[in-house]
């Protein structure tokens, strides 16, 4: 069992700890209208995952926001483990980032799990005023005590990669992180490893860019982020700045979840491979290419080679194991990581994508595949879409996946997703041999909301997990 501790803070001591943890019965997820058709507010879904209860695989709870056309995306917490030595700190509110409208939205789940509340409305207005800052995207708690996100840009929509800071117990915002003027061109998430005095974080693109769906020129014009930004975790600074050759649109970062680690992997999506980032001898930081997806070649799409689109990774909480999914091509993989070096892969499984049969797209070469996988039908709903943000269980034995990216893409990409909505699907995971199975008795069709069909993204269990936590 996990450790006892009558005056701890939220989470876990270590990771190893956190793995000892409760099995999770809810989780939280966004559900998106915007580009949906449907004129309603975005909300946030509780969804019971306990098998032994009779509302197992359901929506339990929807809290509608006030406003519309938000684009809910990314959440975090008011504290973590990373507080965890701090007994006045409790882990309760739910920070929920609007990536278009520029509000963030502060959630009480600790009144009623079950049932969360509305806590409190932060306005772009104050965002912008404060920071000079917009479209906030990813979200640490810090061992201070605050709540640090990430933005793709400046009120106006150009590129920014800042950081807004939030006071953890009032959610006023306090200002940026980084020192005036010494922002990234752009941003989308951020790790930190104190240990190290180094935080990393990623670049997308500017809102003004991919607000209205993916353009292939813009990347031919250099609109689209390959570089990693080493900053200074005490001084606040960009210290280095690190160029992917083959490293187009770096999305989900990870340190491995050691607080000694000096390394980790970042989601490449668009070039379609994971980067290994690592303290080289000279105490600087380097990054290698560490696993590379083959595009296929392809009739009866927008280009005629499809690349995976690898978009939301994690590590298992032992450092073991990296998962992925490619959004496109459809598949979730299990990498063991043991020798990070020369990540092996263990575990694949398809879960619809974009080169089922019977589908528009006739895969003409494939250097992975024999044939077209077969398309995903679970509980006699076949599932459009493709597998996009993934939740591990702390023990690493479930995953929790979703199907929508991003409501402008989701459109361009996948337009059954706007008329069937997504789905949340759950998948066992074999942690001695690695390995991959569907879970059949398990679906959550977001097609059959109350309102009409919605897009799930980001799952959260209300103790933490293992993209939420960072530890000391």
């Not at 240990?195 to 500017?206: F, G, K, L, Y």
């Not at 990054?287 to 997806?293: L, N, R, T």
């Not at 077209?372 to 709903?381: A, I, R």
């Not at 076949?382 to 939740?391: D, F, L, N």
Request: glycine share 10%; hydrophobic share 35%; proline share 8%.
């Amino acid at each position: 069992m996990a450790t006892k501790c009558g005056d701890c803070g939220p989470g876990y001591p270590t990771p190893q700890e956190a793995m000892k943890g409760p099995r999770e019965e809810i989780v939280y997820l966004p559900c998106i209208y915007r580009n949906t058709g449907t004129e309603a507010p975005d909300y946030l879904a509780t969804v019971d995952v306990d098998p032994k209860s009779p509302q197992y695989s359901q929506v339990i709870h929807r809290l509608p926001m006030p406003h519309l056309k938000d684009e809910l995306h990314h959440s975090g917490w008011n504290t973590c483990s990373s507080c965890f030595g701090d007994s006045t700190k409790s882990r309760n509110k739910l920070v929920l980032p609007s990536v278009i409208s520029s509000r963030i939205y502060v959630v009480d789940v600790g009144t009623e799990p079950r049932a969360p509340k509305l806590h409190k409305v932060i306005e772009a207005k104050d965002i912008h005023e404060k920071c000079g800052l917009g479209n906030p995207h990813a979200c640490h708690c810090l061992p201070t005590g605050e709540v640090m996100i990430s933005t793709l840009g400046d009120p106006k929509g150009n590129g920014k990669g800042g950081f807004v800071l939030l006071d953890g117990e009032t959610f006023e915002v306090k200002g940026t992180w980084e020192r005036p003027g010494g922002s990234a061109p752009m941003g989308y998430d951020f790790w930190y490893q104190p240990r190290h005095n180094v935080m990393i974080s990623t670049e997308w693109a500017a809102p003004n860019v991919v607000q209205n769906g993916f353009n292939p020129a813009d990347v031919e014009a250099g609109l689209y982020g390959k570089h990693l930004h080493v900053w200074d975790w005490q001084r606040h600074e960009i210290v280095q700045t690190l160029l992917m050759p083959d490293g187009h649109i770096p999305l989900e970062i990870r340190f491995l979840h050691d607080p000694a680690a000096s390394q980790g992997f970042v989601g490449c999506a668009l070039s379609s491979t994971i980067q290994r980032f690592y303290k080289n001898e000279g105490g600087t930081w380097s990054v290698e290419k560490v696993i590379e997806v083959p595009p296929k070649k392809v009739k009866g799409w927008m280009l005629p080679e499809m690349p995976g689109l690898i978009t939301d990774i994690l590590l298992s909480l032992d450092d073991r194991f990296l998962y992925f999914n490619n959004w496109l091509h459809g598949d979730m993989r299990q990498y063991d990581i043991s020798d990070p070096k020369r990540p092996r892969l263990v575990g694949q499984i398809f879960l619809g994508g974009s080169i089922v049969k019977g589908g528009p797209v006739q895969v003409l070469e494939d250097q992975e595949l024999k044939s077209q996988p077969e398309p995903l039908v679970v509980k006699g709903k076949r599932v459009p879409g493709g597998p996009q943000m993934i939740q591990l269980s702390l023990d690493g034995k479930r995953i929790y996946v979703t199907t929508s990216l991003y409501s402008d893409w989701d459109k361009q990409f996948y337009p059954d997703l706007i008329r069937e909505g997504s789905v949340m699907l759950q998948i066992d995971v074999d942690t001695v041999k690695g390995g991959l199975k569907l879970n059949p008795n398990f679906l959550v069709d977001f097609g059959k909301e109350p309102l009409g069909p919605a897009l799930a993204h980001e799952i959260r269990y209300p103790g933490g997990d293992c993209t939420s936590d960072i530890w000391l």
